[in-house]
């Protein structure tokens, strides 16, 4: 009757006790991820298809706050180009991938580099040089690239990806329920920017973040990424000839908090003069 006993014992903990196994969730498609590189790389100088590894600095959370892949993982890439500068003025190129992220499981979730858009084989997650990358390098005629140890860089989730085992809960299912809102209050809608000019785009995040990490997309396209003081982001507008043409445009921002919670704006239309 002991042995039986204790045979109960060691069942019950186990289902539904301190043994029992955390129940799945899943990371959902298109979810950012902040990360920073792990190294400096020089057009050039590393070699293409070098492995590259990042960090990243947010966690991401399920509905019930729990971690679905933790800050200080790694993600990981490559050097997908890399040419130094040349004679005539040639510019250097770099261009990097981010592929995937070790989820709080241990298993690999894939990533791309574009937030609405699932690349084909050949373009996973790359980041091109003089579009996503003009985020962090103005490119000049002659010049190589440099992208510096702790480069900030956001990478998105590649599909729906399932997580076996989540980790432990950092916020309350409660506290990820409060109300956040985003709302870009300058340029305002239907307003006139000069091209020449800096852009001073103001928000206001509600509750305030200090350590809350922003992205201002133009026209869907990446084109500033800025830690902390998320109530004012300047750009300009300057360098991005390719896609900053006179005419109407839309302005949206995101942010992603400290423990992994995104809160996007509404997006402004505005009107970008010569």
């Known amino acids: 009757m002991k042995k039986l006993s204790l045979v109960l014992g060691i069942t019950a903990l186990m289902s539904g006790g301190i043994w029992s196994k955390p129940s799945p969730s899943t990371v959902k498609d298109g979810?950012?991820?902040v990360l920073?590189?792990?190294?400096?790389?020089?057009?050039?100088?590393i070699p293409e298809g070098t492995k590259i590894k990042y960090k990243v600095e947010r966690d991401?959370?399920?509905?019930q706050g729990r971690v679905l892949i933790a800050a200080g993982a790694n993600a990981y890439g490559k050097v997908i180009k890399s040419e130094g500068s040349g004679f005539f003025?040639?510019?250097?190129?770099?261009?990097?991938?981010?592929?995937n992220v070790d989820a709080a499981?241990?298993?690999l979730i894939p990533l791309r580099a574009i937030r609405d858009e699932t690349a084909n084989d050949q373009e996973t997650a790359v980041i091109v040089g003089g579009v996503l990358l003009s985020v962090f390098f103005v490119f000049m005629e002659g010049d190589d690239i440099t992208i510096n140890q702790g480069t900030m860089i956001t990478a998105f989730v590649d599909r729906d990806s399932p997580v076996a085992s989540p980790g432990a809960a950092k916020v309350s299912a409660a506290e990820l329920k409060i109300p956040r809102t985003l709302v870009i209050t300058s340029p305002t809608a239907d307003s006139t920017v000069q091209k020449?000019?800096?852009?001073?785009?103001q928000t206001t995040l509600t509750p305030d973040d200090s350590e809350a990490v922003a992205r201002l997309y133009l026209d869907g396209k990446l084109v500033k990424a800025q830690r902390g003081g998320v109530s004012r982001i300047e750009w300009d507008p300057r360098p991005y000839e390719k896609?900053?043409?006179e005419g109407n445009h839309t302005l949206e921002a995101e942010v992603t908090g400290a423990q992994g919670i995104l809160v996007r704006s509404?997006?402004?239309k505005f009107l970008l003069k010569d």
């Open 31 to 33: 979810t950012p991820l």
């Open 36 to 45: 920073t590189t792990k190294e400096k790389m020089v057009s050039g100088e």
């Open 60 to 63: 991401v959370l399920d509905a």
């Open 89 to 99: 003025g040639r510019s250097g190129a770099l261009n990097i991938s981010v592929d």
């Open 105 to 107: 499981d241990g298993s």
């Open 196 to 201: 020449e000019d800096k852009m001073v785009v």
């Open 243 to 245: 896609f900053t043409q």
């Open 266 to 268: 509404n997006p402004v």
